[in-house]
């Protein structure tokens, strides 16, 4: 267990509202990613932080932004969200070992 | 950009019998991660895999390293029902931008 807590683990919401999700971590990892996941697509990188204030962008970042003020929270927000960004969202980490990543549990969010 | 492709898409197979997931990139790898995702779980690490043609074993599981380093493939032998889920390779170009693959899933049929 890497201490990885992401939440709200499920949320709702309408299309054009904002939504922010939050992974947390206890064990002082540099690097912190966010996967999002759909059937028929595996996961898919929006974006990953090697540090605090310290992000870049990932395979599917447009209507995504992300922010890291502290080294123990990484943020994912939808300015706006839209259907096409129903899908379960992971975060992870990169533990001690090589090229280990380690999952939160995910978090579902549907777009109405 | 890097893609990462896997085949196939889905496999089943009888209990007993050997499964092998292939992953092939677009360009040349660093480095590769093989992980399981278990149905309504997530992702789990299960080896990485760093030189030209390097193979490694897990038990039933052999991972292989392809000698240009663009493919990868991942063999089971005499699947169990545990062995049920998704299996993700993870191509790496040496940042730390990781990119998986796009999955096989695994039925298991007892």
């Known amino acids: 267990d890497a201490g990885i807590t992401q939440s709200p683990r499920h949320k709702v919401t309408e299309t054009g509202t904002p939504v922010t999700l939050r992974c947390h971590q206890t064990?002082?990892?540099?690097?912190m990613y966010w996967y999002r996941q759909d059937p028929g697509h595996g996961l898919r990188l929006i974006h990953y932080?090697?540090?605090?204030?310290?992000?870049d962008k990932g395979e599917v970042s447009d209507g995504y932004s992300v922010s890291r003020s502290k080294t123990e929270d990484f943020l994912l927000t939808l300015e706006s969200a839209t259907s096409s960004q129903t899908s379960v969202y992971f975060c992870a980490i990169l533990g001690q070992g090589p090229g280990e990543l380690f999952f939160g549990e995910g978090s579902r969010l549907t777009v109405l | 950009g890097q893609q990462v492709m896997q085949i196939p898409q889905y496999q089943h197979v009888q209990e007993g019998e050997d499964f092998t997931t292939y992953c092939n990139s677009s360009t040349t790898l660093s480095n590769i991660q093989w992980y399981k995702q278990r149905p309504g779980g997530h992702p789990v690490f299960l080896i990485q895999?760093?030189?030209?043609?390097e193979v490694k074993k897990q038990k039933r599981l052999t991972f292989q390293f392809g000698e240009a380093k663009k493919n990868s493939s991942l063999h089971i032998t005499a699947t169990q029902t545990t062995d049920v889920g998704t299996y993700f390779c993870?191509?790496?170009?040496?940042?730390?931008?990781?990119?998986f693959g796009t999955g096989t899933r695994l039925k298991v049929l007892a």
């Open positions: 895999l760093v030189k030209s043609g």
């Open positions: 993870v191509g790496n170009s040496g940042t730390y931008k990781y990119i």
């Open positions: 064990e002082n990892h540099r690097y």
């Open positions: 932080s090697y540090g605090v204030k310290d992000t």
